[in-house]
């Protein structure tokens, strides 16, 4: 549970050379890792070796490179079954992200089950992503999506959860971590209440799985979610975790070449899950570097991560302090190192604009989160969002840096 001495971040920030850049002439001070996290340099160095040396096609050709590309894509699912502790490797199915991931539980699973009148219960600080896929299927068959009310701290108010679980519920969706405030929600306990209603859960796991040891099987959701290029590896990659009595019970979504068993004009066989879920060429190299990324993260420690991200949390939450004008939007007791700001007076896309030319990325918007801006009242907000390779330093760098922008514009 130590954190890294100063010499080992050092050396484990000499991994990511984005972070050596020079921004407008000054060093950059990358926050914005809960939109996309950097990359190591061994990750690259996977996905360039299998462009390099067995650059082909998975589950389709007998020879020596096509055979070693698809060994190298069926390791990354075990890899990550493992990082997740699914039960079976066949839990796993790859997606291009989170968005597809939930779109294909949102079709293959829930709407061939949906009536009239039935209801899926969403939290209002979800993703856009956990939110229309349930709002477009709930149309088509008049249902309706229910928002699960949060206080002013951010956090989910489990009462009323458990008082909206009615027979007419179908599925709830419910993010691990807040990708705008940062808030970790108690879904063990969230999952618990809904299994005794019989309730499905569906819980997006994009902002957890960097942060947060993630335990499928003691977790015990139906469905877990998360997207590779916040955990450090490529983007087009992403990840859903099944039950495989869903998986098997599940028609496809996608059809095409490989998900299937055989195909005639008098009618088409299924494969097995996971494939019967992977149409197409996948994103072959993006998975390797995926599994890359996972090996590297479970290398450091996410127990060691968690700590430092701690660490890291806390000193932020008091420097921000010394910032006139400082809003922090949503102040959850148990959160992940991701802070929304305003700056009294300032637009967030001018705050955000200014700090670029101080060298300091920051994500300004409504962060796909458009209820949840509405429940704050504001129309958009600055986003700080940091990862175990950022240091004390760079957290002083900001905290000058807002104040000049502040100056600046007031």
């Given amino acids: 549970m130590s954190s890294w001495s100063d010499a080992e971040v050092t050396a484990l920030r000499a991994q990511f050379p984005q972070l050596a850049r020079l921004i407008h002439g000054k060093p950059l001070v990358y926050f914005d890792n809960a939109n996309t996290a950097q990359t ?14 067995f650059n082909a096609n998975v589950a389709r050709a007998v020879h020596t490179l096509g055979s070693e590309a698809t060994e190298h894509y069926e390791a990354a699912r075990d890899v990550i079954a493992g990082f ?56 088509r068959a008049g249902a309706k999506v229910v928002p699960v009310p949060i206080n002013q701290a951010g956090e989910l108010l489990l009462p009323e959860l458990a008082a909206l679980i009615n027979p007419r519920t179908r599925l709830i969706g419910i993010t691990h971590v807040s990708n705008a405030l940062g808030t970790i929600n108690p879904v063990a ?31 015990d959701a139906d ?27 599940m028609p496809p979504f996608f059809g095409g070449g490989e998900m299937i ?44 991560i ?32 991701v802070f929304s700001f305003v700056i009294d007076g300032v637009h967030a896309h001018d705050v955000a604009t200014l700090l670029d030319f101080e060298g300091v990325a920051v994500r300004s918007g409504h962060h796909c989160a458009h209820p949840l801006m509405q429940f704050y009242g504001v129309p ?27 100056e600046r514009l007031l």
Wanted: proline share 5%.
């Fill in 40 to 53: 190591p340099e061994r990750v690259v160095a996977a996905m360039d070796r299998y462009y390099r040396d």
């Fill in 84 to 139: 997740l502790n699914a039960q079976r490797r066949e839990e796993i199915v790859f997606t291009s992200g989170t968005t597809a991931a939930i779109n294909l539980v949102a079709y293959s699973f829930l709407a061939p089950k949906l009536q009239p009148g039935d209801e899926i219960l969403v939290s209002q600080m979800e993703h856009h992503a956990n939110i229309v896929p349930w709002q477009l299927i709930a149309e």
């Fill in 189 to 219: 306990e969230i999952v618990a209440l809904a299994k005794t209603a019989g309730v499905p859960v569906l819980v997006d796991g994009s902002q957890a799985v960097p942060h947060l040891a993630v335990d499928v099987q003691a977790l």
């Fill in 223 to 249: 469905f877990y979610v998360f997207t590779g290029h916040k955990l450090f590896g490529p983007t087009g990659t992403g990840v859903l975790y099944a039950k495989t009595a869903h998986l098997e019970a």
């Fill in 261 to 304: 068993r055989t195909v005639s004009f008098s009618g088409t066989t299924f494969a097995d899950p996971p494939h019967r879920f992977e149409a197409g060429t996948p994103n072959i190299a993006g998975f390797i570097g995926l599994a890359e990324a996972v090996r590297f993260v479970q290398e450091l420690g996410i127990d060691r």
């Fill in 306 to 337: 968690a700590a430092r991200e701690s660490m890291l949390c806390e000193l932020a939450l008091v420097r921000f302090q010394d910032i006139p004008g400082f809003r922090l939007i949503g102040q959850a007791k148990h959160r992940a190192p």
């Fill in 380 to 406: 958009a907000t600055a986003r700080a969002s940091l990862a175990f390779y950022n240091t004390e330093a760079e957290i002083t760098q900001f905290v000058a840096a807002v104040k000049k922008v502040r």
